[in-house]
């Protein structure tokens, strides 16, 4: 079964201040792929970034960051010194070989980032 | 310039109308996508084509008909639809449905009201 799971469902931050959102997701398969998208109120969702599973490296991109952990099965994402812009919904999503490209998404944690 | 457009943005019908959702990518892919997003509900894949042919069909009612009539273009078309279908309808491409570790790419959404 696929799950994705994103236990913060709302987080709030005052500009400038460190955030991480959590992805926690649940696969048998071992070759997958992880990703993390931005949704601006506008609607769009903004894709961030992709991992696949053999790649355990951290990443990061300007001042956003991404920390893929198998061992605990999470890829969480970090927003250092977080801006206004920042608010918005981000969601973690996990597709697996088997499945082509049916998506599994998470529910989505609602950053609002305070001036 | 976004690489998948959808008009209209907003729409707001009837229960008796009937009304189409377009979607066009500009980024050269292979599969596309309709996407509903509903308050407090995780995306739902609704539909998939991949070169022009329907690979997905999540037991979405029939009053929701989707149609692809080149790689680039989607439509889909809305007939007798209920207040319950209101929500945001997302268009999304990728190179091919059957690569797992392709990136999706969404457009705008259309904001469905059904009054």
């Avoid at chain 1, 987080?11 to 400038?16: C, L, N, T, Y």
């Avoid at chain 2, 009937?18 to 539909?47: D, I, R, V």
Wanted: charged share 20%.
């Amino acid at each position: 079964a696929q799950k994705v799971t994103q236990a913060q469902t709302e987080i709030s931050v005052v500009e400038k201040e460190d955030v991480t959102l959590d992805c926690v997701y649940e696969t048998r398969d071992t070759t997958y792929y992880l990703f993390w998208y931005k949704q601006p109120p506008s609607g769009e969702l903004v894709f961030l970034i992709r991992r696949n599973s053999f790649d355990e490296q951290n990443e990061i991109s300007g001042r956003y960051s991404w920390n893929f952990q198998k061992s605990t099965s999470s890829f969480n994402f970090t927003i250092t010194a977080s801006q206004v812009v920042d608010s918005a919904v981000y969601f973690c999503a996990l597709s697996e070989a088997d499945y082509g490209q049916n998506f599994v998404f998470g529910p989505g944690t609602r950053l609002s980032v305070l001036p | 310039e976004t690489g998948v457009t959808q008009t209209p943005r907003h729409l707001v019908m009837g229960m008796t109308n009937k009304k189409s959702l377009k979607c066009e990518q500009h980024l050269g892919h292979n599969a596309m996508y309709w996407y509903k997003q509903s308050a407090k509900k995780p995306l739902e894949l609704m539909f998939v084509y991949n070169f022009k042919e329907q690979t997905e069909n999540n037991s979405v009612p029939s009053r929701f008909s989707p149609e692809c009539p080149n790689s680039s273009h989607l439509f889909l078309h809305l007939h007798t639809l209920q207040p319950e279908d209101s929500a945001l309808y997302l268009c999304a491409s990728s190179q091919d449905f059957t690569n797992s570790g392709n990136t999706i790419y969404f457009g705008e959404g259309s904001w469905l009201t059904v009054v």
